[in-house]
T-cell receptor, first 113, second 112 residues
Framework: KAGVTQTPRYLIKTRGQQVTLSCSPISGHRSVSWYQQTPGQGLQFLFEYFSETQRNKGNFPGRFSGRQFSNSRSEMNVSTLELGDSALYLC????????????FGEGSRLTVL | GNSVTQMEGPVTLSEEAFLTINCTYTATGYPSLFWYVQYPGEGLQLLLKATKADDKGSNKGFEATYRKETTSFHLEKGSVQVSDSAVYFCALVTIQGGKLIFGQGTELSVKP
């Protein structure tokens, strides 16, 4: 069974640009969550989607957005990039809601110059 | 609000030493508790979990007991190996909150 796949794995952008990250969950998993990981702030929750609906949203500015498609694949977008957006963005999928049992991808490492 | 606090790292141990990583939590309601592990260059993996008070989660020689009276979920292993070197995250989820909340992570380095 394939795991959670995130693309791209690494990317470099400049301030002011925008970026789209993609996540393919494990087959059969309908819930997808996104986390931002930085050395200073640790793991911070961005959003959670289930059946194409956003269930939960973390405390991030509106520049951060996401969506989920009918095949459960998810994308997140960050517009007007800032230096502080440099981070590892982790996607996780789960079979059921609110269990805490998440399956993580390897992440997309974003560097903003 | 709900939160998780872990002991600060990095923790450096010799092979076969005993490991304890402390974790305490604050939560409304009755959370489920987890330990996740992140090996270098990888995403997080679920290590173990406990869903109610006095439950003991265990996996790969690691153990943690859900202590409601002390709001703690300390991770232990009797004899660590070099391959256990990783970052360990304590986390909780509540039905009311829905999302998984992580502690700041504790880096473990095991030397041969």
């Amino acid at each position: 069974k394939a795991g959670v796949t995130q693309t791209p794995r690494y990317l470099i952008k400049t301030r002011g640009q925008q970026v789209t990250l993609s996540c393919s969950p494990i087959s059969g998993h309908r819930s997808v969550s996104w986390y931002q990981q930085t050395p200073g702030q640790g793991l911070q929750f961005l959003f959670e989607y289930f059946s194409e609906t956003q269930r939960n949203k973390g405390n991030f500015p509106g520049r951060f957005s996401g969506r989920q498609f009918s095949n459960s694949r998810s994308e997140m977008n960050v517009s007007t990039l800032e230096l502080g957006d440099s981070a590892l963005y982790l996607c996780a999928s789960s079979l059921a809601l609110d269990t805490g049992e998440l399956f993580f991808g390897e992440g997309s490492r974003l560097t903003v110059l | 609000g709900n939160s998780v606090t872990q002991m600060e790292g990095p923790v450096t141990l010799s092979e076969e030493a005993f490991l304890t990583i402390n974790c305490t939590y604050t939560a409304t309601g009755y959370p489920s508790l987890f330990w996740y592990v992140q090996y270098p260059g990888e995403g997080l993996q679920l290590l173990l979990k406990a869903t109610k008070a006095d439950d003991k989660g265990s996996n790969k020689g690691f153990e943690a007991t859900y202590r409601k009276e002390t709001t703690s979920f300390h991770l232990e292993k009797g004899s660590v190996q070099v391959s256990d070197s990783a970052v360990y995250f304590c986390a909780l989820v509540t039905i009311q909150g829905g999302k998984l909340i992580f502690g700041q992570g504790t880096e473990l380095s095991v030397k041969p």
